[in-house]
């Protein structure tokens, strides 16, 4: 029997300098282990990551170094700890343009397609009118803006993409007037997707997708327990516990939304396309807003007090393409009324879904999990 | 007080470019000296610095004692206990006496890895924190060294290569030094004053990434 140490050296993965994104199968779980917690903080010491995952300081070195070449995480300068007497630190965050994605989101009225980059800024982002039902439609509109998107990614990094995540409402959402099934639609959609454009397609439900995108990118990063809202036609939810994404009964949702206050306005003659505009403020609609707001604050507290019967929740984070001041005002609203809960209005403009919708692509390839349940 | 043993050859023993032994940096000047400065108060710096070392070789000519396999024994268990060993070697192991290619270098260096393993000098029995460092490639004109060190030049360059595989498949930390530093033209493999000054200050910033708990000062 040979000295087996002094067998030829098998490192753990020598990541190749001439390449972009290694192929899935040989990220190892430690690097899986890296990329999600720095995926999870903003930049995080090499001590600090050792604390976290258990691994010895000299395997985190050689990890660290690996990504770095491979250009997904990038060293920060040295900052002198305040109030610790030691050495200064030395942050490790992810590269921004280690990696990217297209998320694509097809909603009420509107299919939004954006590009982010590894840290979730949005490089990229339009709107289009929803894919028709028509049996000979390939859907020209939204692959081709895909592609647009995907063409603004200069040469070089065009291996860095990820992938195409792709966020669909549920099947017998009622918000779809389409009489082909939702779901033999989606599976042909994400087939042709992937035969036209060549990179993996992801598909997860939209709600699920704002809700990941969130808590990826957003203002639910810090927060591991919370009842996540998403504000959209209808109003969604979802429970988030230990940073997991229950889906629960995801087909739930409130005629309490934007389509509700949509048609209290109609029946005043009121114009309603400023709802339906992202980049949009809402004009002053008066009493017939309040009205609205109140009877969503209500349906928001239902939720809250039925759930927190069970688990203890001490935030609630809503979610919305509606203008941020106005989930603002909901959401102050709501912890007027719920003592001892805090309230947090989304942080991710223009599209919570599309935008959670290509952080899936990042799940799949860089994290330890999918934290899709 | 945490404490680095620096295990090297010439290079770390302060040698003159162009010079002897004899002709040496100062404490303060050597890179070992940079460093421990730059790492302030609350650190003890060894220096074991030998020149014409070895990784596992016995030098037929210049002697058995070069060899850095059988001095790492004692040399370590002196100085224990030792938070974190620095090695820097390899270029003497190019000599045209001992024929090896660079590959053939790592792997004596991994021979002093499982040895330091095997010793566990860190605190508590533990084993220590493991830094290889690759010595800048030689630079092509080696003055009268040229006979000694034929081919020697070529193979240098291929060291960084070779010591990360082998960091990385022993799970260690590896630093570059040819990316900080570059060898003097004054004979072409010894690093003269300013490049102990850089590398000094490089592999303090190293140390210090690797992130040091507060407790067992």
């Not at chain 1, 000295?3 to 899986?32: C, H, K, Q, T, W």
């Not at chain 1, 002053?284 to 928001?300: F, H, N, P, R, T």
């Not at chain 2, 820097?88 to 660079?102: I, S, Y």
Request: hydrophobic share 40%; proline share 7%.
């Amino acid at each position: 029997m040979p000295d087996m140490r002094f067998a030829p050296p098998n490192p753990l993965r020598i990541a190749d300098r001439a390449s972009g994104l290694n192929a899935v199968s040989v990220r190892s779980y430690n690097e899986r282990l890296l990329l999600s917690l720095l995926l999870q903080n903003e930049s995080i010491s090499r001590f600090e990551i050792g604390v976290k995952t258990g691994l010895s300081a000299q395997t985190v070195s050689v990890l660290v170094r690996s990504l770095e070449q491979e250009g997904l995480v990038a060293k920060g300068e040295a900052q002198k700890q305040r109030g610790r007497v030691g050495p200064p630190t030395v942050p490790i965050s992810l590269n921004p343009e280690g990696a990217f994605s297209v998320g694509v989101s097809v909603g009420h009225k509107h299919t939004d397609v954006v590009l982010i980059d590894f840290v979730g800024s949005v490089r990229f982002h339009a709107t289009l009118p929803n894919p028709t039902p028509d049996q000979n439609s390939n859907h020209s509109d939204f692959l081709e803006t895909v592609k647009k998107a995907i063409q603004l990614l200069p040469g070089e990094t065009h291996q860095r993409l990820a992938g195409i995540g792709l966020a669909l409402p549920e099947p017998g959402d009622g918000a779809h007037n389409d009489p082909t099934p939702p779901d033999l639609r989606y599976s042909a959609l994400q087939e042709e997707m992937e035969k036209e454009i060549g990179f993996p397609v992801f598909v997860q439900n939209d709600i699920t997708s704002a809700a990941g995108g969130e808590s990826m990118f957003g203002a639910a990063k810090p927060l591991s327990d919370y009842l996540f809202f998403y504000l959209g036609a209808e109003l969604h939810s979802r429970l988030i516990l230990n940073h997991q994404i229950y889906y629960g009964n995801s087909s739930l949702s409130f005629d309490v939304g934007i389509a509700s206050l949509e048609r209290n306005l109609q029946e005043i003659n009121k114009p309603t396309e400023p709802l339906w505009d992202r980049a949009g403020t809402w004009p002053d609609y008066g009493k017939i807003k309040e009205s609205w707001e109140a009877s969503l604050v209500e349906q928001m507290k239902r939720s809250f007090n039925a759930l927190a019967q069970f688990v203890e929740i001490k935030t609630i984070v809503l979610s919305s393409y509606a203008p941020q001041d106005i989930c603002g005002a909901i959401c102050e609203n709501l912890e007027s009324s719920l003592i001892g809960v805090k309230a947090i209005a989304g942080s991710i403009t223009p599209s919570p879904k599309a935008i959670g919708a290509a952080s899936l692509p990042f799940s799949s390839h860089f994290m330890v999990e999918n934290k899709e349940k | 007080m945490r404490s680095v043993l620096c295990f090297g050859d010439s290079n770390t023993h302060g040698q003159m470019p162009g010079g002897t032994p004899l002709d040496r940096f100062g404490p303060q000047q050597r890179w070992p000296g940079v460093m421990g400065r730059e790492l302030g108060p609350g650190w003890h710096i060894v220096e074991e610095g030998l020149s014409g070392r070895t990784t596992v070789r016995d030098d037929p000519i210049e002697g058995a004692h070069k060899n850095g396999r059988t001095y790492l024994t004692p040399c370590i268990q002196s100085h224990t206990i030792l938070d974190i060993v620095i090695i820097m070697l390899g270029t003497n192991d190019l000599k045209v006496r001992f024929n090896q290619p660079p590959s053939e270098v790592a792997m004596g260096l991994g021979c002093l890895i499982y040895d330091i393993k095997e010793l566990s000098p860190g605190p508590k029995g533990t084993i220590p924190e493991i830094m290889i460092v690759a010595p800048p490639p030689m630079l092509d004109d080696i003055k009268e060294w040229e006979s000694i060190f034929k081919g020697a030049q070529e193979k240098s360059r291929k060291l960084a290569l070779e010591f990360e595989i082998i960091a990385d498949s022993l799970e260690v930390h590896f630093f570059d030094a040819g990316s900080v530093v570059a060898c003097d033209p004054r004979d072409g493999f010894h690093i003269g004053r300013q490049a102990h000054e850089d590398l000094g200050v490089a592999l303090a910033r190293e140390v210090e990434a690797i992130g040091w708990a507060n407790e067992h000062v």
